[in-house]
Nanobody, 118 residues
């Protein structure tokens, strides 16, 4: 099982980034996918979720209207498009896959760093 995030980097406030998370080793299409983020000294924060079929999507209030989560089950990949980035969006962004029972089926990527700074 592998989740590999990519697309992070250093951007200026107001700019955009698109993160990708490529999955392998499990049946991606039956898993709900989530993006989390964690900044130094902060707890891990759930940013966005998308159901296995893509029909149910939710966002944290802090990113609503700016971030868009999507998935391509044919490519076993989930995306996070981040627009109008702010310095407070700076964090390591992690991809998570889970399905019931989550105690058994809960996988994490290694994360990708996003830094928003002028």
């Amino acid at each position: 099982v592998q989740l590999v995030e990519s697309g992070g980097g250093l951007v200026q406030p107001g700019e955009s980034l698109r993160l990708s998370c490529a999955a392998s080793g499990f049946t991606f299409s039956v898993y709900d996918m989530r993006w989390y983020r964690q900044a130094p000294g902060n707890e891990r924060e759930l940013v966005a979720t998308i159901s296995s079929g893509g029909d149910s999507i939710n966002y944290a209030d802090s990113v609503k209207g700016r971030f868009t989560i999507s998935r391509d089950n044919a490519k076993s990949t989930v995306y996070l498009l981040m627009n109008s980035l702010k310095p407070e969006d700076t964090a390591v962004y992690l991809c998570n896959a889970q399905r019931w029972p989550t105690r058994r089926y809960n996988y994490w990527g290694q994360g990708t760093q996003v830094t928003v700074s002028s």
